[in-house]
């Protein structure tokens, strides 16, 4: 546990008056993938976003590689080499796939552009044939492969993904998840997956947490997680 | 359309009828009491005088002018194809528009020189490449980093007033303050920058709309240094590098031995506003490949995502308000040396919208379209120039024509800023399987 890459302690959020998280702690070890499942507006996003600061942390602090970074404005943090696919992609849809995956390199001052293109047109080989085109014609598969390539061309230590598999079909849906495992497996990249899709998202995972109004209820490993009673209720049998 | 179409539409024509005839007694019921009944001074007071005629021809017109919309653009199925253009048109003009940039250039180059073209065509033509920079100037802030700026004259009103007043007070040459008021503009672009950093879209309009006010507000008040509504005359003309364009042994003319003629200086001052908007358009097209101008061009897409992608979106957008203020300093500075005198009711924010009409009529963010809507808006201005006001009601009628057609803007497709350059061949055995 002292080992984490990152980690969250006590960590608060508002929007307003609102309380969005209520004291989260949060641990991901170097090297695991660390799925958050929940529910519509239990706080995963804002958690997501609380990390890149904004909303920033009214209190609580949030770790990276022992550093504090609860305070940093967000550019710095991503140049700490966090990476993120946001919900919903955030692509940048006038701009081509290929300056989207520019913009992705930007952190890096573009020493190993070329090297970087390479690996991620081997990841998604789709992106590669529609290199020229327009973020914003792509399908939804091919866009939220774009934001994942787009995050990876800086190449991250620890990658936020945040419900990669959102208005996915479940075939794509499938296709993602295994890229996510595959580039951890192969390469030890650290993933925080934030996940409405609770069976996939626990059955990749190392490590998990349930996320109820803003507060984590549960958190344990992925596949012991995936056969609570209380999980299976919630987010498996019931809710899909 | 749809709320006006009958339950059972017979036929299109009967609908159309239908709905014009609809129209037009609403027309009759607002032009019976306005127009119909005039009151007259009569010997026993008021009294009121039938125009019967006048309403029968309003509501004729209404009724025509309905039937006519309805029976063309307005048509069920007109609305698919409306705004499109058939491919093949389109791959003829995109082939032309290879040639256009080129072409348009060596034109402007040659035009002093072209037979026919009188002085008049030359300060015409000054006019309008002074837009034309403006324009490509505001595009960087409009077009490329999408931050809408209502104010934009004011940057060129510093650009002026700052060469007017250092040349003034301290002679010095239109050379050396040309950056001065480039600088001097670039800095209060930084100034407009900081306080709106935060705000988008109508908020960012309205206080860079105020900004543009203040600026022109204050040059009119504060009279002892800029004169106030006066204005500041006697500015100095530009010299050829130090050669006056004067009659004298020692200007342009003696010293090349060329006859005196006061068209030397007009080409000249066509040449300088020339020169000057292509550098604008060079530097605008080469940072728009390098990361900065990307990252304008993502910060107009969405600046949520541009920040996580760690771009320092403060430094981005005042990087942009200052490149484009100091474009619109030089060119400040230029109309305040041709014209010789400046006063604050050049600044008006008639200006500001004109030059955003330009880069919005044009293509955000495309340069050739706002070359083209400038020499379009401009020389048009002044080729209607006999029409007086009325000129205004064309200008508005040809605004909305582009809006309804081109939507986006007369060239609206956006040039890449980068292309693969390896073919697609890779080797079989780098491919991985299954995740396209």
């Known amino acids: 546990m002292s080992e984490a890459m990152l980690s969250l302690r006590g960590v608060t959020a508002y929007y307003g008056a609102i309380a969005a998280l209520k004291g989260v702690d949060i641990e991901v070890p170097a090297g695991e993938i660390v799925t958050l499942i929940g529910a519509n507006g239990a706080g995963k996003s804002t958690l997501m976003m609380t990390i890149f600061g904004a909303p920033r942390a009214r209190d609580g602090s949030i770790l990276f590689d022992g550093r504090d970074i609860t305070h940093l404005p967000t550019y710095e943090i991503a140049r700490l080499k966090i990476a993120q696919s946001p919900e919903g992609r955030r692509i940048f849809p006038r701009m081509t796939v290929l300056e989207n995956l520019q913009m992705g390199a930007a952190v890096t001052q573009f020493a190993h552009f070329d090297e970087d293109l390479r690996r991620v047109f081997d990841i998604f080989p789709r992106l590669k044939d529609r290199a020229s085109q327009r973020g914003g014609t792509l399908s939804g598969g091919e866009q939220q492969m774009l934001a994942i390539a787009r995050a990876l061309m800086s190449r991250p230590r620890l990658l936020l993904l945040d419900e990669p598999s959102l208005g996915l079909a479940p075939l794509i849906a499938k296709q993602i998840f295994s890229v996510v495992g595959e580039l951890n497996r192969n390469e030890g990249l650290t993933v925080f997956l934030v996940e409405q899709n609770a069976y996939h998202a626990l059955k990749l995972a190392h490590r998990g947490y349930v996320m109820v109004n803003g507060q984590i209820t549960m958190s344990g490993g992925g596949l012991e997680l995936l056969e609570r009673p209380e999980v299976r209720a919630a987010y498996l049998e019931g809710g899909r | ?436």
């Open chain 2, 1 to 436: 359309m749809a709320d006006h179409a009958p339950a059972h539409p017979s036929s299109p024509f009967m609908a159309a009828l239908r709905n014009a005839f609809i129209t037009a007694l609403i027309a009759l019921g607002l032009a019976a009491p306005m127009m119909g009944l005039v009151t007259v001074q009569g010997p026993n007071g008021l009294r009121l005088e039938p125009h019967w005629e006048r309403v029968a021809i309003a509501v004729g017109l209404v009724f025509l002018g309905r039937l006519a919309l309805n029976l063309t653009i307005w048509r069920p199925d007109a609305g698919r194809t409306r705004t499109q253009i058939p491919p093949r048109v389109e791959a003829t003009l995109a082939r032309l528009g290879r040639w256009f940039a080129p072409v348009a250039v060596a034109l402007a180059v040659a035009l002093p020189f072209l037979p026919g073209v009188e002085r008049y065509t030359v300060d015409l033509a000054i006019l309008v490449l002074t837009y034309v920079m403006l324009g490509w100037g505001l595009n960087i802030v409009v077009g490329l980093a999408g931050l809408l700026d209502l104010g934009y004259v004011a940057f060129y009103a510093v650009g002026a007033y700052s060469y007017a007043l250092l040349a003034q007070h301290f002679g010095l040459s239109f050379w050396v303050c040309l950056p001065l008021a480039g600088i001097l503009a670039a800095f209060w672009g930084v100034l407009l920058g900081f306080p709106v950093l935060r705000l988008r879209g109508d908020y960012l309009a309205i206080v860079t709309l105020a900004f543009g006010e203040i600026i022109r507000i204050v040059l009119l008040n504060w009279y002892w240094f800029t004169g106030g509504p006066n204005g500041i005359g006697g500015i100095p003309r530009p010299s050829f590098f130090g050669l006056d364009f004067t009659p004298g042994p020692d200007g342009f003319a003696a010293t090349f031995g060329l006859k005196f003629s006061p068209l030397h200086r007009i080409i000249f001052l066509y040449y300088l506003i020339l020169a000057l908007a292509l550098i604008t358009n060079f530097v605008t097209i080469r940072l728009r490949r390098l990361p900065i101008g990307r990252a304008w061009e993502a910060l107009r897409e969405d600046e949520i995502a541009c920040r996580s992608l760690g771009v320092n979106t403060v430094n981005t957008k005042l990087t942009a308000f200052a490149l484009g203020a100091m474009f619109a300093g030089f060119a400040g500075s230029f109309f305040a040396t041709r014209q010789g005198f400046i006063s604050p009711e050049s600044f008006v924010f008639m200006e500001s919208a004109m030059i955003l009409a330009i880069v919005v009529l044009g293509g955000m963010g495309s340069q050739i379209g706002v070359a083209i809507a400038a020499v379009a808006m401009i020389g048009g201005f002044e080729l209607f120039r006999e029409f007086k006001d009325y000129r205004m009601i064309v200008f508005g009628a040809v605004m909305v024509g582009i809006m309804v057609w081109r939507p986006r803007g007369l060239v609206s497709s956006r040039t890449p800023s980068v292309f693969l350059k390896e073919k697609k061949a890779i080797a079989g055995s780098l491919v991985q399987e299954g995740h396209g």
